[in-house]
């Protein structure tokens, strides 16, 4: 089992930076793949990035692509997304997910395990 919790949400002006993090329990961290997705209101939930249990291969959306960093650090069971260049359009609840496994999945349904995710505001 694996809880995993979200931290660092907030609101910032468009053109501005925001990092978010996401905590895991367990002693296994480094076997998960990780993977941050993203809800606005009244669309489903859609795929930002994902890393593998190394942190040597990544895979983001397009939409976040060039702007948009994951990372991880295993020793301390944690993952991050930082985010430059916001825009309004990425308003929306970040939430991280895991599963263990070797394939950067981009599709919700296949994580086993997901944070409460944290509000990201981008105001115009």
């Known amino acids: 089992q694996v809880q995993l919790v979200e931290s660092g949400g907030g609101l910032v002006q468009a053109g501005g930076s925001l990092s978010v993090s996401c905590a895991a329990s367990?002693?296994?961290?480094?076997?998960?793949?990780m993977g941050w997705f993203r809800q606005a209101p009244g669309k489903e939930r859609e795929f930002v990035a994902a890393?593998?249990?190394?942190?040597?291969?990544?895979y983001y959306a397009d939409s976040v692509k060039g702007r948009f960093t994951i990372s991880r650090d295993n020793a301390k069971n944690t993952v991050y997304l930082q985010m430059n260049s916001l825009k309004p359009e990425d308003t929306a609840v970040y939430y991280c997910?895991?599963?263990?496994?070797?394939?950067?999945?981009?599709?919700?349904?296949?994580?086993?395990?997901w944070g409460q995710g944290t509000q990201v505001t981008v105001s115009s």
């Open positions: 997910a895991a599963k263990s496994t070797k394939v950067l999945f981009t599709t919700a349904r296949f994580y086993d395990y």
């Open positions: 367990g002693r296994t961290f480094s076997s998960y793949v």
């Open positions: 890393i593998s249990g190394s942190g040597s291969n990544t």
